[in-house]
C-alpha cells in the first residue's frame, strides 16, 4: 500500500486555532496519512524487531482546551498501548517530521534500560549517525544533534533515564517541512524504512 507525502496544508493544520477546529482538520488532512503510515510499517518493524508490533493513531482524547502541537502514529508490540512500551513514532509538529524510537516516562523499566544504554554508550556513540538528534522530552520540539553531543553527555543522558522519574529518552531524525513537502511517496517510505533499520539496536536492548 503506497503512503502519501505531507504537504504544506498538513503543517498548517497546527496554525489552527480553536481545539474542535485543529481537531477537525487533523481528522481530514492528518489522520488518514498516518494511518497509512501504520499500515504500511508494522509488517516492516514486526519483521524487525521479531515481534509482532501493532500502531496506535494519536487520538489527542483526553484534550479539552488546548489544541495539539504535534501528532503522530506509533508503533509497539502490544495492541493496546504504547506508552508504557518503547516503541517507534512518525509524526509531525508545525515545523518538521519526526521519525523516533522512544522510551517515555510512562514506561515502567526505563532504570533497567538507563543501564544497558550506559554499559553500551561506546557502541551507540559510533553508530549513531551525526545527523539523527536525541530528546529527553517527547512533549517539546527541541533535539540535540548527535555529532553535538558529548560521550560524557550521552551518559548523562542515559544516567538520567535511571534516577528521574519523569525522564525520557527519545532518539531519530527530523525532516524540516520545506524539505518534506518536497519528498515523494516513494522517497519518504524510503526515508522512514532507512531510519527505523538504524534504530532497531536501540529497540533491542530495551
Known sequence: ???????KNDFNVFTIDGLDERMEALKEHVRPKLEELGKEFTPTLSSLTGEEMF?????????????????????????????????????????????????????????TFGKVLEKNADFIYKQIPADFVWSTDHTKPDTIKHDEL????????????????????????????????????DDLA???????????????MA
Open 1 to 7: 500500500m503506497p503512503v502519501s507525502s505531507f504537504t
Open 55 to 111: 500502531y496506535h493513531v494519536a487520538k489527542h482524547a483526553r484534550r479539552t482546551k488546548n489544541p495539539p502541537k504535534d501528532t503522530w502514529v506509533a508503533f509497539a508490540a502490544n495492541s493496546r498501548g504504547y506508552k508504557m512500551m518503547p516503541h517507534f513514532q512518525i509524526g509531525l509538529w508545525e515545523s518538521h517530521v519526526f521519525i523516533w524510537f522512544a522510551l517515555i516516562y510512562e514506561a515502567p523499566d526505563k532504570e
Open 150 to 185: 558529548s560521550r560524557d553527555e550521552l551518559l548523562s543522558m542515559f544516567s538520567r533515564l535511571q534516577t528521574v522519574k519523569k525522564a525520557e529518552i527519545l532518539c531519530g531524525y527530523q525532516v524540516p517541512r520545506e524539505r518534506a513537502i518536497k519528498l515523494s511517496p
Open 190 to 204: 524510503k526515508m522512514i524504512d532507512g531510519v527505523f533499520k538504524t534504530l532497531i539496536p536501540l529497540y533491542k
